[in-house]
T-cell receptor
Framework: AQKITQTQPGMFVQEKEAVTLDCTYD???????LFWYKQPSSGEMIFLIY??????QNATEGRYSLNFQKARKSANLVISASQLGDSAMYFC?????????????FGQGTRLTINP | DVKVTQSSRYLVKRTGEKVFLECVQD?????MFWYRQDPGLGLRLIYF???????EKGDIPEGYSVSREKKERFSLILESASTNQTSMYLC?????????????FGAGSRLTVL
């Protein structure tokens, strides 16, 4: 079974609108972390935001926020006031446990296109 | 400011060739990872290492091996390249600890096997 599911292969949004990228996860470990990465066309993976399973508040980083709904096992990324430079692939990822090598499991990705 | 360096950005190899993909990090991280990225499949973990000379299989280790002789270097080896190994390969590293321990990625190596 997929541990991380991103159901939106592609999304098109008008500049300056807010956008929500969906991510659901599956784990039985009570300790886990959720990550979002951005991959522009140049190919590098850029870390955006992190949410720990015990964090009480939703994570925020500038225009990025993570809508963490633990009971629903969802960790959607919200980008406010989208910009042309936000056009990229976005990956949701999960790390199970807080010890050891802490490998990440990634979703399939969502390609976001911002239209002027 | 480059922290994770992958030796080759683009490679073209022939079926059956032995291929080495090199990755070096300068952040003194304990953990290093090799992922491959394919359209529609996201990133899949091939191998990872949590210490020098230590390695563990990821989700898709078949056809690959790795080497970590020094803390800063993690090599991915394709003993006999096949066309289904044409892909983008991403190396990453992370520190130990109980916090976010974000993975830092290299720029990627795009391998084409003919």
């Amino acid at each position: 079974a997929q541990k991380i599911t991103q159901t939106q292969p592609g999304m098109f949004v008008q500049e300056k609108e807010a956008v929500t990228l969906d991510c659901t996860y599956d784990t039985s470990d009570p300790s886990y972390g959720l990550f979002w990465y951005k991959q522009p066309s140049s190919g590098e993976m850029i870390f955006l935001i992190y949410q720990g399973s015990y964090d009480q508040q939703n994570a925020t980083e500038g225009r990025y926020s993570l809508n963490f709904q633990k009971a629903r096992k969802s960790a959607n990324l919200v980008i406010s006031a989208s910009q042309l430079g936000d056009s990229a692939m976005y990956f949701c990822a999960m790390r199970e446990g807080f010890q050891g090598a802490q490998k990440l499991v990634f979703g399939q990705g969502t390609r976001l296109t911002i239209n002027p | 400011d480059v922290k994770v360096t992958q030796s080759s950005r683009y490679l073209v190899k022939r079926t059956g060739e032995k291929v080495f993909l090199e990755c070096v990090q300068d952040m003194d991280h304990e953990n290093m990872f090799w992922y491959r990225q394919d359209p529609g499949l996201g990133l899949r973990l091939i191998y990872f290492s949590y210490d020098v000379k230590m390695k563990e299989k990821g989700d898709i280790p078949e056809g690959y091996s790795v080497s970590r002789e020094k803390k800063e270097r993690f090599s991915l080896i394709l003993e006999s390249a096949s066309t289904n190994q044409t892909s983008m390969y991403l190396c990453a590293s992370s520190p130990n600890g109980s916090g976010a321990n974000v993975l830092t990625f290299g720029a990627g190596s795009r391998l084409t096997v003919l």
